[in-house]
Antibody, heavy 118, light 111 residues
Framework: QVQLQESGPGLVKPSQTLSLTCTVS??????????WSWIRQPAGKGLEWIGR???????NYNPSLKSPVTISVDTSKNQFTLKLASVTAADTAIYYC??????????WGQGTLVTVSS | QSALTQPASVSGSPGQSITISCTGT?????????VSWYQQHPDKAPRLIIY???KRPLGVPDRFSVSNSGNTAYLTISGLQPEDEADYFC???????????FGGGTRLTVL
């Protein structure tokens, strides 16, 4: 059974870097059969795809994002990580990680709320 | 404001059918093959229910079906059951630039 679990600070100060980790169980990132994505949802708004990473470290990012973003993978830990730099209040959202297959997301994490506030 | 437009809410009684629309543009929903649908119960992870036009993952009943017309995709749930009460959202993938857009989500209430 594939499961994804997000972890990281729930509170980040403005202008700092938001950092979240997604731990995958029931599947191996290094198998190379899927991409691995980050998606977020600000309160009262729709979902926004942030970006995805492949086992090789290849990434694609949403061209509309305003904050600098980096997604990386650690196959030894079966984890992938999101870093969003210079955050503002607009980055306050529930952040999800998801296994990505072609055009769709097969499995999602439960989501973690990150608040940007001083 | 979401890139894809969905009604905020729909409702139906047990046993009835409801339809949720997902309207985009010619650059996204018009390519039906890349539209997917998700179900989310409160405080739960989203669950894939429809992908690649009409495919359903194992465990998703055939009460869930999709149709399309122009720039709009429609999710129909027939034979409504109490456990269908949840949020539903659509997504469309733009392959050329590797990007996804989502609908704002529709809250289904089973009366």
């Amino acid at each position: 059974q594939v499961q994804l679990q997000e972890s990281g600070p729930g509170l980040v100060k403005p202008s700092q870097t938001l950092s979240l980790t997604c731990t995958v169980s029931g599947d191996s990132i290094s198998d190379g059969r899927h991409f691995w994505s980050w998606i977020r949802q600000p309160a009262g708004k729709g979902l926004e795809w942030i970006g995805r990473v492949y086992t090789t470290g290849t990434t694609n990012y949403n061209p509309s994002l305003k904050s600098p973003v980096t997604i990386s993978v650690d196959t030894s830990k079966n984890q992938f990580t999101l870093k969003l730099a210079s955050v503002t209040a607009a980055d306050t959202a529930i952040y999800y990680c998801a296994r990505t297959s072609g055009s769709y997301f097969t499995h999602w994490g439960q989501g973690t709320l990150v608040t940007v506030s001083s | 404001q979401s890139a894809l437009t969905q009604p905020a809410s729909v409702s139906g009684s047990p046993g009835q059918s409801i339809t949720i629309s997902c309207t985009g543009t010619s650059s996204d929903v018009d390519n039906y093959r890349f539209v997917s649908w998700y179900q989310q119960h409160p405080d739960k992870a989203p669950r894939l229910i429809i992908y690649e036009v009409t495919k359903r993952p194992l465990g998703v009943p055939d009460r869930f079906s999709v149709s399309n017309s122009g720039n709009t995709a429609y999710l129909t749930i027939s034979g409504l059951q109490p456990e269908d009460e949840a949020d539903y959202f659509c997504s469309s993938y733009t392959g050329g630039i590797h990007n996804w857009v989502f609908g704002g989500g529709t809250r289904l209430t089973v009366l």
